[in-house]
């Protein structure tokens, strides 16, 4: 199913989803093809939902060049990562594990190939999913230092914000009970 038409079957309850998807993807102004495309498939794999993910990597393939999709691919992954790393370090009580190397392996965050600043925004994007503070708060300042406006920042956030809550809607909408059929709700034969 195409991210459209996968956007267009949500439910009533998903109205305001379909309406910001609309301007913030189908319309979008503020970012670059690049920026908005590896953003949507960077939080759609964070997302976890697989009729998301695969219908978000289909669309931005059309997009972006194979390079950037694979970086797009690649802040997900390394982001799913660190995001839990220094998450853990961050909510821990023990100051010592904040002066521990994180011995993990980052290769990914150089050489990915595309505009740094992109990159960057994609990293952004998926710690402000997975909810790291450090990460959100390294990779905020790197863009902003980088010339990102506040502006292009919030942009970035709402999208990903959109696609997140995109994928928690489908999730519950696969989720919900669905009528038995008539087999399944006759008693089992007594021995």
């Given at each position: 199913m195409t991210l459209d038409a996968l956007v267009d079957s949500l439910p009533p309850f998903a109205r305001d989803l379909k309406l910001?998807?609309?301007?913030?993807?189908?319309?979008?102004?503020?970012?670059?093809?690049?920026?908005?495309?590896?953003?949507?498939?960077?939080?759609?794999?964070?997302?976890?939902?697989?009729?998301?993910?695969?219908?978000?990597?289909?669309?931005?393939?059309?997009?972006?060049?194979?390079?950037?999709?694979?970086?797009?691919?690649?802040?997900?992954g390394i982001m799913g990562m660190n995001n839990i790393f220094y998450r853990f370090q961050h909510l821990s009580s023990n100051p010592r594990y904040s002066t521990m190397p994180a011995r993990l392996r980052m290769n990914g965050l150089r050489g990915h190939g595309v505009e740094e600043v992109d990159f960057e925004l994609w990293c952004l994007a998926v710690s402000a999913i997975n909810g790291c503070g450090k990460c959100v708060d390294a990779h905020e300042k790197v863009v902003r230092e980088k010339g990102a406006t506040e502006d292009l920042v919030m942009a970035i956030v709402r999208v990903s914000a959109v696609i997140h809550a995109i994928g928690v809607a489908l999730e519950s909408v696969a989720l919900e009970p669905t009528a038995l059929e008539p087999a399944a709700v006759e008693a089992p034969a007594l021995a």
């Open positions: 910001n998807f609309s301007s913030l993807v189908r319309n979008n102004a503020e970012l670059t093809p690049q920026q908005l495309w590896g953003t949507v498939a960077a939080t759609a794999i964070a997302t976890r939902c697989s009729a998301l993910t695969a219908a978000a990597l289909d669309a931005a393939s059309a997009h972006l060049s194979p390079q950037a999709l694979q970086a797009a691919k690649a802040a997900a």
